[in-house]
C-alpha cells in the first residue's frame, strides 16, 4: 500500500513538473510576444512623434503662405481703390 502511495506521489511530481514546465514555455513565449509588441508600439509612437512634428511644420507653412497672401491681396484691394479714385478724378478734372 505504501508503495502504492509512493507510486502516485511520484506520477504526482512528475506531472506537476511537467505543468510547471509548460506554463514556463507559455510563459517565455508570452513574454516574447509581448516584447516585440511593445516595440511595435515604441515605433508606431515615434512615427506619430514624427508625423504630428511634420503636420505642425506644413501648418506653419500654410499659415505663413496665408497670411502673404492676404496681404497681397490688401494691397491690390488698395491699389485698385487707388486706382479707381483717380480714374474717377480724371473723369471728373475733364468736366
Not at 506537476?16 to 516585440?36: C, G, I
Not at 509588441?37 to 507653412?61: K, P, Q
Not at 490688401?74 to 468736366?95: F, M, P, S, T, Y
Request: proline content about 0%.
Amino acid at each position: 500500500m505504501s508503495e502504492d502511495l509512493l507510486h502516485q506521489l511520484i506520477h504526482m511530481v512528475g506531472e506537476n513538473n511537467r505543468l510547471v514546465k509548460e506554463m514556463k514555455e507559455e510563459l517565455k513565449e508570452f513574454k516574447t510576444e509581448m516584447y516585440a509588441f511593445r516595440e511595435e508600439m515604441y515605433t508606431f509612437r515615434d512615427e506619430m512623434y514624427e508625423f504630428r512634428d511634420d503636420t505642425y511644420r506644413r501648418l506653419d507653412s500654410i499659415d505663413r503662405h496665408d497670411k502673404l497672401i492676404e496681404a497681397d491681396l490688401d494691397l491690390l484691394h488698395r491699389k485698385a481703390n487707388d486706382n479707381e479714385r483717380e480714374i474717377n478724378r480724371l473723369k471728373h478734372a475733364g468736366q
